[in-house]
């Protein structure tokens, strides 16, 4: 692992360089708080959400999937309680005009851009970004962006009991794009105004919350380990203080990751959300929204527990947990040099495998073409007959790619191939139709 405090900008190097993120707009010098995946990056992000929704929604029987629009009827940010209460504290400098998150500027200290002391008094600002809907921009066509996805899931909750006919404990899952006009960000991914959020509501019984709420707390901390790969020691269930929860939370638990730019940080949220969101839509839309409990032939407003994480937040979890520097034989050559290797989990890799002929010999790229052929329709793979094939291996290992398939000229006379394992180095002579087979066990 490289040191921490230059793990991140070699991070951020290395995903530039290999196609993981680029940042946004950047031939027009860049828009803050931004960043676009590139192709390997694409791969990522949808392997950490396909992961997800196969554990929250495939392997539950009782949680179904949504996906709600990304504007409301600005009536649901009023009920939800975001126009009102959806802000951070908000200082700027007189000088220089930057703005600062309050709580975390010390107004005693000079401006860390400009250098003098001159702060405003510290003013809420609401985290939502304001649009019009239709031709003319007046009040009554104002709303927003959405900075979550979960009040799509709470107003659509009388459509979801009556399609689906499900019965208490149940769950409605969502993945999908929020916005929030952050007054500062930074950190790579881990702070930005454009993100993707995968979000689960759990609806519960009344005085069933608190179990649930265990339950889920427990759940998501294997899921990182166990699913996304990563170090159980850089991971930590925190309960936050009274004063720090949000104005819907009954009590919020939050997953915490080992950050290098600042320690133990969140990295997903798991809330007690009880009844708030629903009584409050029912409240200022006038349509009933509760469950009725065939049992006790009574009307119940579910209590919510709501795991959520930002997809962004997760790769970059992923990306640095993942991140080595060690010794290795040279490419080319004897003696050792430093490989930079990706050690994901070989279900969050974004390339499976990668084939590669010895040499740019036709009867060896041929053998090596119907591989690579027959791979991909299973999984991502990659060809690659470019360099040495040492050097081809640093690439892959650079992009975290478990295995290595080489062709060479025995392969004529056996119909083997060399396999590589990309964290060992250890090469293993295997028949090409198991291939497959063998790769396969590695993604279980």
Known sequence: MAEKNNLMEKLVSLCKRRGFVFPGSEIYGGLNGTWDLGPLGVLLASNIKQLWWKSMVQEHDEILGLDSTILYHPKVWEASGHIAGFTDPLVECKNCHQRFR????????????????EWTASRDFNLMFKTHVGPVEDEASTTYLRPETAQGIFINFDNVLQSSRVKLPFGVAQ?????????TTGNFL???????????????????DEKAHENWKKERLDW????????????????????????YSKGTTEIWYNWPFMGFGELEGIANRTDFDLKNHAKASGKELAYFDPETKEK?????????????????????DAYNEEKA??????????????KFAPKVAPIKAAVLPLVKDEKLVKIAKEIYSDLKKEWFVQYDEAATVGRR???????????????????????????????????????????STKIREKLI
């Open 102 to 117: 309050a709580d975390q500027t010390d107004i005693e200290k000079p401006c860390s851009n400009c250098g003098k002391k």
């Open 175 to 183: 993945i999908g794009k929020g916005f929030r006009n952050e007054i």
């Open 190 to 208: 881990f702070r930005v105004r454009e993100f993707e959020m995968m979000e689960l509501e759990y609806f519960v019984k009344p005085g069933e």
């Open 224 to 247: 990182h380990i166990k699913v996304l790969g990563i170090n159980k020691d850089n991971l930590k269930l925190v309960d936050l203080p009274r004063e720090d929860l949000a104005h």
């Open 300 to 320: 119940i407003v579910p209590y919510v527990i709501e795991p959520s994480e930002g997809v962004g937040r997760a790769m970059l979890a992923v990306l640095i």
């Open 329 to 342: 034989p040279k490419a080319a050559g004897e003696g050792e040099e430093e490989r930079i290797v990706l």
């Open 393 to 435: 291996y640093r690439r892959q290992d650079e992009i975290g790619t478990p295995y290595c398939i080489t062709v060479d000229f025995d392969t004529l006379k056996d119909d083997a191939v060399t396999l590589r394992d990309r964290d060992s180095m250890k090469q293993e002579r295997i028949k090409i139709l198991d291939i």
